[in-house]
């Protein structure tokens, strides 16, 4: 009897605070027309004067996307260049680190010397992939101010972004 007492006390108390709640709310901040609408524009391909259905395309735009094209794959290949070398520096650095650290007689110090192998490793890893993702991500919005004035929609063909989950 005493479970069934405390249950009903807890629904009562929380009917009373819903409703409170709920009556507090109801018409008093009705929802603005501009904060439901979905914006749209920021999926907005281009302003073509190429509609999205036609089976050709102008070949000075084209050349046009070609170059910003080749201008974004060589700074995404720079970028990825950079990152291997500097994730190349840090596996010989812990190499010789740890190389160092099983020499050490006394456990504690081989354990600390270890540890902090590892970590400047981990760091530097990081930080090589950090410096990666900030470069293709510069370099795909550079990529898109540069291809609006070639008025093609790109969007449509390739996914931005895919290369950064290196």
Do not use: H
Request: a positive charge.
């Amino acid at each position: 009897m005493k479970k069934f007492a405390i249950f009903l006390s807890v629904f009562a108390l929380l009917a009373f605070v819903g409703g409170a709640v709920l009556a507090e709310n109801r018409g008093n901040n009705p929802p603005k027309k501009e904060e439901n609408k979905f914006n749209w524009q920021q999926f907005r391909v281009s302003t073509s004067t190429i509609p999205l259905y036609a089976t050709t395309t102008p070949a000075e735009n084209l050349a046009c996307l070609q170059a910003t094209v080749a201008t974004r794959e060589a700074s995404i290949d720079t970028a990825y260049d950079t990152m291997s070398a500097a994730i190349k520096s840090a596996l010989a650095t812990r190499k010789t680190e740890l190389n160092t650290a099983w020499g050490i007689v006394v456990n504690k110090d081989r354990r600390t010397a270890i540890k902090a192998a590892w970590t400047k490793f981990n760091k530097a890893n990081r930080d090589a992939r950090s410096v990666y993702k900030t470069a293709v991500r510069a370099a795909w919005k550079k990529f898109n101010t540069d291809s609006k004035s070639c008025n093609v929609p790109w969007r449509l063909y390739e996914a931005q972004g895919t290369d950064v989950s290196l």
